[in-house]
């Protein structure tokens, strides 16, 4: 499978472009120079040689991972997971213990992003989740904190916190079995088996389901909002949760809000959430947030002054992702446009205008909105400006259209043409279709919620 995927990467590539995904410019500078250097056990490792691209993974693992499966499993049928990895790695490590299996990674691909308590930067917003994650991955035997349940809003280490408590127990308790999912992907795996089960008569596929998440010593599901609601996932977490609970298994769970908060949630299982302990992580103050660029710094070859970290500290409040993000948009910037000069404050302004303005109220157009909202859903921009009708990207366009209508004062017409529709009837579609699936779509209320925040609008 390996050879095919690479015999057949360049009909891959032309696929994102055909179907409106990337442009042709993205996929020169994000997508051809990328290598793929293994595939083993459905896992394809890709390589970056970080002095040609720079310091890119984070950019590309967001923007194309997800359009890149799509579009393999489009072309060679085959289901794939991925891991981005720098050239200069396997010239540390040595290409033989790669091969010969010996990184977690291959086994467990969520660890690849490198999350663990040693590079968790603590402080005074988020010491007693650290605190509670630490004894629960210590002690792994659901005795301590059962379930922990860490709740924030976007961006504010919760996913590093849930990463960091499996790789500890997985590097030192190597007769615990642990399964870290996302809803997302946990809802995936239901639909898949209820589809498996009805199409090829498959009756051992929701069999299967449950195996692999119930026959686990430890069991950590992120963003749990997003299930509940929907009634097949909800009941079939909600069952694996009993199950493993009575078993005396540990839970680890994440949200963005408390249970006491979820209306939507059996007032049987809010019980059940804050029977352990439910922990939330607030927003990082201005020393934190300095902490935390300079923990970044380290693990970067190129170096930002203090001057620079200290505006980007003071002036991106939000959230540890949009402090990295930033970051690495300065370092992005300044490779692209001014190669081979230092990286001045007057450049990391420029990099960083889009999102800061310190003296001046920001401005919400149309065009920033779209940006936004494709970043927001890892689309490119011209995906959602294109024809294409299929539902991951009709949704993001009529959230567009939405907030267009809600944040600038543009009329429909010229949003319309702003998105490139063909007349505002589309538009008023789209709005009213945001409008009525709002109040009882709980993921589009939080991916709106997020949007705004990125966009200052809150």
Same mark, same amino acid.
């Given at each position: 499978?390996?050879?095919?995927?690479?015999?057949?990467?360049?009909?891959?590539?032309?696929?994102?472009?055909?179907?409106?995904?990337?442009?042709?410019?993205?996929?020169?500078?994000?997508?051809?120079?990328?290598?793929?250097?293994?595939?083993?056990?459905?896992?394809?490792?890709?390589?970056?040689?970080?002095?040609?691209?720079?310091?890119?993974?984070?950019?590309?693992?967001?923007?194309?991972?997800?359009?890149?499966?799509?579009a393999?499993?489009?072309?060679?049928?085959?289901?794939?997971?991925?891991?981005?990895?720098?050239?200069?790695?396997?010239?540390s490590?040595?290409?033989s213990?790669?091969?010969?299996?010996?990184?977690?990674?291959?086994?467990?691909?969520?660890?690849?992003?490198?999350?663990?308590?040693?590079?968790?930067?603590?402080?005074?917003?988020?010491?007693?989740?650290?605190?509670?994650?630490?004894?629960?991955?210590?002690?792994?035997?659901?005795?301590?904190?059962?379930?922990?349940?860490?709740?924030?809003?976007?961006?504010?280490?919760?996913?590093?916190?849930?990463?960091?408590?499996?790789?500890?127990?997985?590097?030192?308790?190597?007769?615990?079995t642990?399964?870290?999912?996302?809803?997302?992907?946990?809802?995936?795996?239901?639909?898949?088996?209820?589809r498996?089960?009805?199409?090829?008569?498959?009756?051992?596929?929701? %069999?299967? +389901? !449950?195996? &692999?998440?119930?026959?686990? #010593?430890?069991? *950590?599901?992120d963003? =749990?909002?997003?299930? $509940?609601?929907?009634?097949?996932?909800?009941?079939?977490?909600?069952?694996?949760?009993?199950?493993?609970?009575?078993?005396?298994?540990?839970?680890v769970?994440?949200?963005?809000?408390?249970?006491?908060?979820?209306?939507?949630?059996?007032?049987?299982?809010?019980?059940?959430?804050?029977?352990?302990?439910?922990?939330?992580?607030?927003?990082?103050?201005?020393?934190?947030?300095? %902490?935390? +660029? !300079?923990? &970044?710094?380290?693990?970067? #070859?190129i170096? *930002?002054?203090?001057? =620079?970290?200290?505006? $980007?500290?003071?002036?991106?409040?939000?959230?540890?992702?949009?402090?990295?993000?930033?970051?690495?948009?300065?370092l992005?910037?300044?490779?692209?446009?001014?190669?081979?000069?230092?990286?001045?404050?007057?450049?990391?302004?420029?990099?960083?205008?889009?999102?800061?303005?310190?003296?001046?109220?920001?401005?919400?157009?149309?065009?920033?909105?779209i940006?936004?909202?494709?970043?927001?859903?890892?689309?490119?921009?011209e995906?959602?400006?294109?024809?294409?009708?299929?539902?991951?990207?009709?949704?993001?366009?009529?959230?567009?259209?939405?907030?267009?209508?809600?944040?600038?004062?543009?009329?429909?017409?010229e949003?319309?043409?702003?998105?490139?529709?063909?007349?505002?009837?589309?538009?008023?579609?789209?709005?009213?279709?945001?409008?009525?699936?709002?109040?009882?779509?709980?993921?589009?209320?939080?991916?709106?919620?997020?949007?705004?925040?990125?966009?200052?609008?809150?």
């Amino acid at each position: 499978m390996e050879n095919e995927i690479k015999d057949k990467w360049s009909e891959i590539t032309t696929y994102l472009v055909n179907e409106g995904i990337i442009t042709q410019p993205v996929r020169r500078v994000w997508i051809d120079p990328l290598e793929i250097y293994s595939y083993e056990n459905h896992t394809l490792v890709i390589v970056v040689d970080e002095e040609i691209s720079g310091d890119i993974i984070n950019v590309i693992e967001k923007k194309y991972k997800s359009a890149l499966q799509l579009a393999i499993e489009e072309v060679t049928g085959e289901q794939v997971n991925i891991v981005f990895k720098y050239k200069k790695e396997f010239a540390s490590q040595g290409v033989s213990s790669y091969i010969n299996g010996n990184h977690l990674e291959e086994k467990y691909p969520f660890l690849s992003n490198g999350h663990s308590f040693d590079n968790f930067v603590v402080s005074g917003s988020n010491n007693i989740a650290y605190a509670a994650s630490i004894a629960v991955a210590e002690n792994p035997d659901g005795q301590i904190y059962n379930p922990l349940f860490i709740y924030s809003g976007p961006g504010l280490g919760k996913t590093h916190l849930m990463h960091s408590i499996a790789r500890y127990i997985i590097e030192n308790r190597p007769d615990y079995t642990v399964t870290y999912t996302t809803s997302e992907d946990f809802m995936n795996s239901v639909v898949e088996a209820i589809r498996t089960n009805k199409e090829k008569g498959d009756a051992n596929a929701t %069999a299967r +389901l !449950r195996k &692999k998440y119930r026959n686990v #010593d430890v069991l *950590l599901i992120d963003d =749990i909002q997003f299930i $509940i609601g929907k009634d097949s996932t909800q009941v079939e977490f909600f069952n694996t949760f009993e199950s493993l609970y009575q078993s005396g298994k540990q839970l680890v769970i994440s949200s963005d809000r408390p249970p006491s908060q979820m209306e939507q949630l059996d007032m049987r299982y809010r019980s059940r959430f804050n029977a352990g302990m439910t922990i939330d992580i607030q927003p990082p103050d201005f020393e934190t947030s300095m %902490a935390i +660029l !300079r923990n &970044k710094q380290e693990q970067s #070859d190129i170096k *930002l002054s203090e001057e =620079i970290l200290d505006y $980007i500290a003071s002036n991106i409040k939000s959230n540890i992702r949009d402090l990295e993000g930033a970051y690495n948009k300065v370092l992005l910037y300044s490779r692209f446009t001014k190669p081979n000069e230092e990286i001045t404050l007057s450049i990391a302004e420029n990099a960083l205008k889009d999102f800061i303005s310190p003296d001046e109220e920001m401005i919400i157009t149309a065009d920033y909105i779209i940006e936004v909202v494709a970043d927001h859903y890892s689309l490119d921009k011209e995906a959602i400006l294109s024809t294409k009708k299929t539902k991951d990207i009709v949704v993001p366009r009529q959230v567009c259209m939405y907030l267009c209508n809600e944040l600038t004062n543009l009329t429909q017409s010229e949003i319309a043409a702003k998105l490139k529709r063909t007349n505002h009837t589309t538009v008023i579609h789209g709005v009213n279709k945001i409008k009525k699936d709002l109040p009882v779509d709980n993921e589009l209320q939080s991916s709106i919620q997020i949007i705004k925040q990125k966009l200052n609008a809150n």
